[in-house]
């Protein structure tokens, strides 16, 4: 069980550090990037686990499950996300044409 929780403390660090590094770059260069943080951040994180579950570093048998959890929560973030951010730029779009 404590592998489990110690793979899951290094796939948030890493995602975070990935969505801290996409937030800070992309604000100075592409401002609209910042609509599409937690879509890119959730995908990382998919890649993560994906990754962590194919290596097999299970010391216990159940402890895959976890990992496709993860990625089931993930995706489902992923696509929230991504649906908001193309609403919110439609939208932005459509009230600067107007």
């Known amino acids: 069980m404590m592998d489990a929780f110690l793979s899951l403390f290094i796939v948030v660090s890493l995602t975070i550090l ?3 590094f996409i937030y800070f770059v992309g604000k100075k ?10 879509a890119i ?9 994906y990754i962590k579950l194919k290596l097999d570093l299970y010391a216990q048998a159940l402890s895959g499950i976890y990992d496709i959890l993860g990625i089931i ?4 973030v992923f696509v929230i996300s991504i649906i ?3 609403v919110l730029d439609f939208s932005n779009k459509w009230r600067s044409n107007a």
Do not use: D, E, R
């Open 73 to 76: 929560f993930l995706s489902v």
């Open 84 to 86: 908001m951010a193309l």
């Open 41 to 49: 951040t959730s995908a990382v994180g998919i890649l993560f686990l």
């Open 29 to 38: 260069k592409y401002p609209k990037i910042s609509l599409y943080v937690p």
């Open 18 to 20: 990935v969505a801290y």
